[in-house]
Nanobody, 114 residues
Framework: QVQLVESGGGLVQPGGSLRLSCVVSGRMVSIATVGWYRQAPGKQRERVAV???????NYADSVKGRFTISRDNAKNTVYLQMNNLKPEDTAVYYC????????WGQGTQVTVSA
């Protein structure tokens, strides 16, 4: 059973930064596609950033230049560094892993407000 545990969410002012962490059970981080997704109230879940098994990242246009996804294979952890946060970034952020099937974490709330 694959488990994903997110942490690092919170309340931050516009222009601030947060780093989200996703710890994955088992040594899957280096061989799977792992991504960060978010869902705001009343909206569909959207993909924010993914990192492929090749370590190639891909970002949604709305976060390019502000967010960075990375991974630490030794720690089985994927990170999302979020800089210059905007109110529209407010959402529950989920970590998702795809390896033959999809696995999800429980989510962590990010609120950007003055």
């Amino acid at each position: 059973q694959v488990q994903l545990v997110e942490s690092g969410g919170g309340l931050v002012q516009p222009g601030g930064s947060l780093r989200l962490s996703c710890v994955v059970s088992g040594r899957m981080v280096s061989i799977a596609t792992v991504g960060w997704y978010r869902q705001a109230p009343g909206k569909q879940r959207e993909r924010v950033a993914v990192i492929y098994s090749t370590a190639t990242p891909n970002y949604a246009d709305s976060v390019k230049g502000r967010f960075t996804i990375s991974r630490d294979n030794a720690k089985n952890t994927v990170y999302l560094q979020m800089n210059n946060l905007k109110p529209e970034d407010t959402a529950v952020y989920y970590c998702g892993l795809n390896l033959f099937k999809d696995y999800w974490g429980q989510g962590t709330q990010v609120t950007v407000s003055a």
